[in-house]
């Protein structure tokens, strides 16, 4: 039976292929869904708070469950479990397209979600062991990661030209042949590969999980409807509290815990994951507000709000192969200041964005967001990792991912919450989501200069030279 290290150069190359497809339906899904936004609301009679469902069921169940269907990967085949990731984002996105109701298209998307979580976490470890020359694996790294750029900008433009000539259903369409193909690839080139010794489950730590993010997401969704003070709002914060404190105190004494507890001592890593926040709370918000704006104010169709949009995509793309280089030649600081400057220039100028704003105004603002949105996913990364032990670096790598998915997901909460809980409109109650996305543009420069200041530096040199035993040791 072949192995990752028997395959041939050309093996290698399909293999990538295979992978990058379903980092182009994940990314593809992302903008595509959003610039469907009013047009389901039409057809399903949803309120804004069934929109902003229809987005967190995705997030919020890949970020639930991103660190689980890791382990199940490394412990029963990471081929097995991307195969089966893909089966069910596929039927996923095929009931999506059928959905009756909002609630039907929820639940779906909440399937798509669970697949999904399976896809590019899997995808990326197939990448890492068929790949093991350094210089290779830079290379396939960042195909991948052009993939993921064309996909984002890809997504406006292809999900206007579906929805102006075949509706909304058709977006989820797509999805269904690109899923059987790259279940057919798989099967057929990708070696079968796992852990030399998979990780213990940890079913307590998975449910806390759940019970810390869907609670608050739910909370801060239904607030506006419900009332802030309401029973229900109340009782969902109180869980979700309960969970966080039940969740330090059980993972702190795991031998092999879901959720490490000790990763959040080091100051780069705890920077890196609330940037990872507050950075991705500014594009769930962007692309949620954004939408609704071009369409519903503005009056443009689903294709020409597509189409507007291609340059904040455009310079998210191209700004992701730019972040690179500066991290690698001088490291994440640059990168992450420039970053948060950059989120603040591009969400502040729509804070005063109405029915007349020039096109040129939000173009300039697209491509202001557009570049920092880029910039700011290397650095988060080299953030997170530079601190810990080398052999800790896939799970560091998880939690970080669970933190950008928790960070869309509470974006598109938050700023739903802001427009739909306003009685003065939509265009004045935007301002103040705006004014918030911008402030989190601001706190990411203000945490990526703590993380990556001296004290967090001599840190990360401490931390990265401790062997993962000496850290059993401090449990």
């Known amino acids: 039976m072949e192995t990752p290290h028997t395959l041939s150069p050309r093996g290698r190359t399909v293999v990538l292929l295979t992978c990058c497809l379903s980092v182009f339906v994940a990314g593809l899904d992302v ?44 412990r029963f085949g990471r081929r097995r479990i ?21 609630e039907v298209l929820v639940a779906c998307r909440a399937m798509q979600a669970v697949g999904g979580s399976m896809l590019n976490p899997v995808a990326m470890s197939i990448i890492a062991t068929t790949f093991t020359e350094p210089a290779a694996r830079a290379r396939a790294v960042g195909a991948w990661g052009t993939v993921a750029g ?51 489950f940890d079913p307590l730590g998975q449910l806390l999980v759940v019970t810390l993010l869907g609670p608050v997401t739910a909370a801060v969704i239904e607030g506006p409807r419900h009332g802030w003070g309401s029973p229900l709002i109340v009782v969902l914060f109180a869980v979700a509290v309960a969970s966080a404190a039940g969740l330090i105190a059980v993972e702190r004494r795991r031998f ?51 189409l507007l949009t291609i340059p904040m995509a455009a310079a998210m793309a191209v700004f992701s192969v730019v972040s690179g280089r500066i991290v690698a030649a001088r490291g994440p600081r ?26 040129w ?35 560091a790598g ?27 409109g939509f265009v004045s109650a935007s301002h103040i989501a705006w004014t918030l996305l911008a402030c989190c543009g601001g706190a990411t420069v ?17 931390g990265g030279r401790q062997p993962m035993q000496a850290m059993e040791a401090t449990r």
């Open 31 to 74: 903008t595509i869904v959003n610039v469907a936004l009013p047009s389901i609301q039409r057809d399903l009679h949803a309120p804004v708070s069934g929109l902003q469902w229809a987005i967190d069921a995705y997030t919020l169940v890949i970020a639930c469950l991103l660190m689980f269907s890791g382990s199940l990967a490394d």
């Open 82 to 102: 991307f195969q089966i990731g893909l089966a069910i984002f596929s039927l996923g996105s095929l009931l999506c397209s059928i959905s009756p109701s909002l």
């Open 150 to 200: 064309v996909s984002l900008a890809g997504g406006p433009v292809l999900g206007g030209l579906l929805i102006s000539g075949l509706g909304w259903r058709s977006i989820f369409w797509i999805n269904v042949p690109i899923g059987v193909l790259a279940i057919y690839l798989t099967q057929r080139f990708v070696p079968e590969s796992k852990a030399v010794r998979g990780k213990r």
């Open 256 to 306: 092999e815990p879901l959720v490490d507890i000790r990763f959040f001592r080091s100051p780069a890593f705890s920077g890196a994951a609330l940037i990872a926040l507050v950075a991705l709370m500014t594009l769930g918000g962007f692309l949620f507000l954004n939408t609704l704006y071009l369409q519903d104010i503005r009056g443009y169709s689903p294709l020409g709000a597509g």
């Open 334 to 359: 640059p990168a992450l200041v420039f970053a948060g400057l950059l989120l603040a220039a591009g969400t502040g100028l729509l804070i005063g964005a109405d029915r007349e704003t020039s096109v």
């Open 361 to 395: 105004y939000l173009v300039l603002a697209y491509l202001l967001y557009g570049a920092g949105a880029g910039l700011v996913g290397t650095p988060i990364t080299n953030t997170a990792l530079s601190g810990l032990p080398r052999d800790q670096a896939g799970v």
């Open 398 to 424: 998880a939690i970080a991912s669970t933190f950008r998915q928790t960070g869309a997901a509470i974006g598109v909460a938050v700023c739903g919450s802001i427009v739909a809980g306003s009685s003065a």
């Open 446 to 462: 203000l945490l990526g200069l703590i993380s990556t200041g001296r004290w967090a530096q001599a840190h990360a040199e401490r």
